[in-house]
């Protein structure tokens, strides 16, 4: 084990303290003699040096508040706590407010299903949906959403009062970040309305927006002790019939 | 001391008790979505960071004190993650399994890394890598496991670990000699 690739080999194993005093030998004669190796056997220290400095990332507030209003539909008896009772004029807008979520799903749905993406191939034409095809689906696609989201709004605002004011603003961040994603890749769309990368783009952050209203209803669910059973079991239904 | 603690915690996760999961979710989530966002990516790691704690809440039962929880937690998001891998995009099962017959990596020699490597840089370099030996290179470099732990949690050899733990550090170190990626190059 002399040459510089049986040496090169070795030197991760190396930098790593897990070769055998006989290899250790040869490798550190080799390096006494070798520039290159020694500069590969720097970076491999430099590389590991950074991956181990490559701490933890904070995820974002909306994660927990999902994390905590699933663990609670996940709860055997979440259902079975639900009383006839508890049933009031609320449930009848956590129930639109679940119906509106369905709405966007499936718009977001309807639309990736149904538009494919700008086919390539050559002589396959006949498949490619034309510019306004695609824009014509968009459009509908969006009136879907756009309802959805009038709907969520009210409902929300309806019930503002679930929310405590720190929340409520950690929320109201967490959309108008989302909506900066929606204008940016509309506008991307609307300049290139044939391309994939600008519909995922859009279709990501509908979809992310989504999962912030999701984390509204949860949020509420968790302030509301009184009236959520009867919310999570409209809800549970809801999915149900998605 | 943190055995007992653990414990107490997950007991009073398993009862629902206020404030208990979210105790829980508070220690441990930032380490886990770090790992999920190197593994899979930043956009499906927050979905797998939810799974990971569905799962943990419903596993909850099952944890023992054996190890700390978050020993417990970090294996449960492992699986989590590696199994997203190979079922939504059956990537890693294909690379886990030509891992050996991978393209090789770049010649050892066709660069040096300048100076200090940049965190996100390095960060940057890593999205870079094939799903296979980028898990390899996170688990080791990044979350100090051992080989015979990386290789029961892919289905590989030891040597296969380690090879590919190797291949990573040369794509790295070329990504990060390459201009585009260079220290200090940020755009």
């Known amino acids: 084990m002399t040459t510089c690739p049986d040496i090169q080999s070795r030197l991760s194993e190396f930098a790593d303290g897990a070769v055998t005093d006989i290899e250790r030998a040869a490798i550190e004669r080799h390096l006494a003699s070798c520039p290159a190796c020694r500069d590969l056997l720097q970076d491999l220290h430099?590389?590991?040096r950074a991956a181990a400095t490559l701490g933890p990332v904070a995820p974002p507030d909306h994660v927990w508040l999902q994390v905590a209003g699933q663990a609670r539909l996940d709860r055997p008896d979440a259902p079975a706590?639900?009383?006839?009772?508890?049933?009031?004029?609320?449930?009848g807008q956590w129930a639109g407010l679940a119906a509106a979520l369905v709405?966007?799903?499936?718009g977001a749905h309807y639309f990736l299903n149904t538009v494919p993406?700008?086919?390539?191939?050559?002589?396959?034409?006949?498949?490619t949906p034309s510019v306004e095809v695609i824009a014509?689906?968009?459009?509908?696609?969006?009136q879907h959403y756009e309802k959805a989201i009038t709907e969520l709004e009210a409902l929300a605002k309806s019930n503002s009062d679930a929310l405590d004011a720190q929340m409520a603003e950690t929320l109201r961040q967490n959309i108008l970040t989302v909506n900066t994603a929606i204008d940016e890749s509309r506008s991307a769309l609307a300049q290139n309305p044939g391309s994939e990368p600008a519909r995922e783009s859009l279709f990501e952050a509908?979809?992310?927006?989504?999962?912030?209203?999701?984390?509204t209803v949860n949020l509420m669910n968790e302030m509301r002790k009184g009236n959520q059973t009867g919310a999570v079991e409209a809800a549970a239904a809801f999915s149900k019939k998605s | 001391m943190e055995g007992h603690a653990d414990l107490a915690l997950a007991e009073r996760c398993r009862h629902d008790a206020p404030g208990a999961f979210e105790q829980l979710y508070r220690q441990h989530a930032p380490r886990l979505f770090g790992l999920a966002c190197r593994l899979v990516g930043r956009t499906e790691a927050e979905d797998l960071l939810q799974e990971i704690f569905l799962a943990a809440h419903r596993k909850m039962a099952l944890y023992k004190g054996e190890s700390s929880l978050g020993t417990w937690l970090f294996r449960l998001a492992t699986n989590q993650c590696l199994d997203y891998l190979r079922s939504k995009r059956a990537r890693l099962a294909l690379l886990t399994d030509s891992m050996d017959r991978e393209p090789g990596a770049p010649a050892a020699g066709a660069g040096a890394v300048v100076g200090v490597?940049?965190?996100?840089?390095?960060?940057?370099a890593l999205a870079a890598l094939p799903p296979g030996c980028r898990a390899v290179f996170v688990l080791h470099d990044i979350e100090g496991c051992e080989h015979r732990e990386i290789a029961d949690a892919l289905g590989v050899s030891d040597g296969t670990s380690k090879s590919q733990l190797h291949k990573a550090r040369l794509?790295?170190?070329?990504?990060?000699?390459a201009p585009a990626l260079a220290p200090g190059r940020h755009s």
């Open chain 1, 46 to 48: 430099r590389i590991r």
């Open chain 1, 81 to 91: 706590r639900a009383t006839r009772i508890a049933r009031t004029a609320a449930i």
């Open chain 1, 103 to 106: 709405l966007v799903t499936i």
């Open chain 1, 117 to 127: 993406a700008p086919e390539t191939t050559p002589g396959n034409a006949s498949a």
């Open chain 1, 136 to 142: 014509e689906e968009l459009g509908l696609a969006m």
């Open chain 1, 206 to 215: 509908l979809r992310r927006k989504v999962v912030v209203l999701q984390a």
């Open chain 2, 117 to 124: 490597v940049d965190r996100l840089d390095l960060e940057r």
């Open chain 2, 171 to 177: 794509r790295l170190r070329a990504l990060l000699s």
